[in-house]
């Protein structure tokens, strides 16, 4: 093919043998795109010697090639709880072969939410993944507002109409907790995570279910509430051995709350699994390290990630509004704690 001036995306693609739509995906770094499609674009674009002009498209298509990660949380939380760390993971190694950048916002208190609110209208970002939402938040209400492309990582708690990628919390917490009533434990208690949080009721509501399929009520002394932290389960499990002397099995809706819990069972002379079974939520490395290693329920986060990033580009790249769910199933990971 011969070309006058300089190479167009018409001309890549014919060259190609792909669509115009495809060319621009690979040029704008878009992970939606096969391996194959992505070579031949690439072998066109250096025949061709085409050079995207990325000021003149971030001028036609207001795009900046940024994604921000919204974390509703503290900095000390988000900083300290490996399962933040893991989805930050995930989504960077997504974006690596990309052209597009991650920006990571943390949103104390209502005025931080605001701030962000205001970052996002101003146009700095193509699309936002918003995680860790607590029930007093004003983000979701603050991002609809910008009318830019949003999706949650965890169902939203007032049941709005939002795409989100979620694990099946209480699928999981109920496996957990079966997995303990199997074993013959008789005062099977839990610590719960935040329940201004859905991962906190949905995990919780598992633990219930599983009690209620065994025959058994909810006993308020065996249920306790943690923050998904360590000191947090360090606590909680402390509470339990006062009010539950006899406790001989405890869910963690989190892996840290559950190691917290090792540290308080060990302080009180009590032994795992012996006298007390452990099981925790996530699957963090910090479950396969600690002493005993911990029985626990497995996310897919690499899927997760995944999912977040295709549902949130298909609504930043083909302005499609139409409200989209996945649910992805866990597991349970059986180690010497239970």
């Known amino acids: 093919m011969t070309t006058v001036g300089a190479p167009t995306l018409d001309e890549v693609a014919v060259l190609a043998g792909v669509s115009r739509a495809t060319v621009s995906r690979v040029v704008n770094g878009s992970p939606r795109v096969s391996p194959e499609a992505r070579q031949a674009v690439q072998a066109a674009v250096d025949t061709l010697r085409y ?11 207001r795009r900046t090639g940024t994604i921000a990660l919204v974390l509703s949380e503290s900095d000390t939380q988000i900083f300290s709880d490996p399962f933040f760390a893991s989805i930050v993971r995930g989504l960077s190694a997504h974006l690596a072969d990309t052209e597009l950048h991650l920006v990571l916002l943390a949103a104390r208190d209502a005025r931080e939410q605001e701030k962000i609110g205001r970052y996002v209208r101003q146009g700095h970002v193509d699309g936002v993944i918003l995680m860790s939402l ?14 830019v492309p949003v999706v949650l990582s965890g169902r939203p708690l007032d049941g709005r109409a939002v795409s989100f990628v979620d694990a099946d919390n209480a699928g999981g917490a109920r496996a957990a907790t079966r997995h303990l ?4 434990r008789r005062r099977v208690a839990t610590i719960t995570g935040p329940l201004d949080m859905v991962a906190g009721q949905d995990r919780y509501a598992g633990y219930r279910d599983a009690l209620e399929g065994h025959g058994r009520a909810v006993d308020a002394d065996l249920v306790v509430e943690g923050d998904f932290t360590e000191d947090g389960g360090l606590r909680a499990m402390a509470t339990l ?55 626990t329920v497995a996310q897919p986060l690499e899927d997760m990630t995944r999912l977040l990033l295709e549902l949130l580009l298909r609504r930043i790249e083909d302005g499609d509004d139409a409200v989209e769910s996945r649910v992805c199933e866990t597991r349970l990971v059986r180690r010497a704690s239970a």
């Open 51 to 61: 050079v995207p002009n990325r000021m003149a498209r971030s001028l036609v298509t």
């Open 181 to 184: 009533l199997d074993q013959g």
């Open 134 to 147: 607590h029930g007093d938040d004003l983000l979701p209400d603050i991002l609809a507002r910008t009318h």
């Open 241 to 295: 051995l006062e009010r539950a002397p006899d406790v001989d099995a405890v869910f963690a809706a989190s892996d840290p709350m559950a190691v917290g819990a090792l540290q308080a069972l060990r302080a009180a002379g009590r032994r795992v699994p012996d006298d007390v079974a452990v099981v925790g939520f996530d699957d963090a490395a910090v479950a396969r390290a600690c002493d005993p290693p911990l029985t």
